[in-house]
């Protein structure tokens, strides 16, 4: 690690040796034998990167980055570093971060979610990247810079809807109880449709993924947002809150789902043959990517006393049983 000047000098002399190592092997072995020059110019490069990721952190390149990045994603877990990230952990990631995003800007502009968000919500919520980072996997990420339609407050939008996404997942990842976050959304439709487009991105209980953190200039007062496994039972537990009905979970086989009546079976259960459920439009996808598999629901249904429950349960939460187990990704949006 760079301390002084001198050291920074002395660091510049070793990049500048590695630039010349380099060009050697361009010219005196490429031409004669490819491969062997993509091995021998592995070892430089990677001296190359350290070098320089050591002066950027001197120069408080990071720190400057971070006042400038409208959001940083930072993603640490084993076999999880950049250069040679996994690309299903980099894309599922950033695809669950635009599809929440968008989920909850189509709520803003709606007050429901639909099938197809309209063309322009997708193009407002189409983050741009940016940056990439050594050491653990971390993306910057840009809101994009078009002209787009003012909500109040002089915001657009997509500023709005990043606004309020990161005010909950800040929440999720903080000591504050549900009332603190009730107080950020009241209505209780809206709050779980957040905190379903939050989901996808908090690391699961057994997955590849060991924390995810959130910074950039976009975050709520300036600090870094840190998602981890057990943010996951805070969230269930705040979805939860968001009806006044009872509340129970089921385990089961998902089968015969209809798309267009939002509705499937949940078979093979412990308590009973089989469970008529309903689900609104945030868990369509997870929905779907769940058929003939073993899953873990949790919902709402009025049940009379001494009568056999045929009254559909109405799904917050749906979670896959075998992500538990392994490592698939996460079905956004939930």
Known sequence: MITNDAQLHHVFEQIE???????????DVRPKDPKMYALMVEGPLEEMRRLQAEVD??????????????????????????????????SEIIDALRKGIQAVAEHIATGRLTTRPTSEIKEACDLNLIALRPGS??????????????????????QRSVSEYLQVAAWSASLEDEGALERIIDNPLKRRIVLNALKP??????????ELEISG???????????????????????DRTTAE??????????????????????????SNEIRC???????????????????????????????????????????LDDHEQNPTDGSSE
């Open 246 to 271: 009872k509340i129970e979970t089921a385990v089961g086989d998902l089968r015969e789902i209809d798309l267009d009546a939002m509705t499937f079976i949940l078979r093979n259960v412990d308590t």
């Open 17 to 27: 040796r590695m630039h010349r190592v380099l060009a050697d092997l361009r010219s």
């Open 201 to 210: 991105i908090v690391p699961r209980p057994r997955g590849r993924i060991d």
């Open 137 to 158: 996997l971390r993306v910057g990420m840009r809101l994009p810079i078009e002209v787009q339609p003012k909500l109040g407050e002089d915001r657009s939008l997509v």
């Open 278 to 320: 309903s689900f609104e439009e945030d868990l369509r996808v997870l929905a779907k990517k769940a058929l003939d598999r073993r899953v873990i629901v949790t919902g709402s249904r009025k049940i009379e006393e001494g009568r056999v429950p045929y009254v559909k349960m109405r799904v917050m939460r749906l979670e896959i």
């Open 57 to 90: 952190d001197y120069a408080g390149i990071s720190i400057a980055e971070d006042h400038e990045v409208d959001l940083w994603v930072r993603i640490r877990g084993v076999g999880i570093s950049w250069p040679e990230a996994p690309t299903s952990v980099f």
């Open 217 to 239: 200039k976009s975050v709520p007062f300036g600090r870094p947002i840190l998602l981890l496994r057990e943010t996951r039972k805070k969230i269930n537990n705040a979805i």
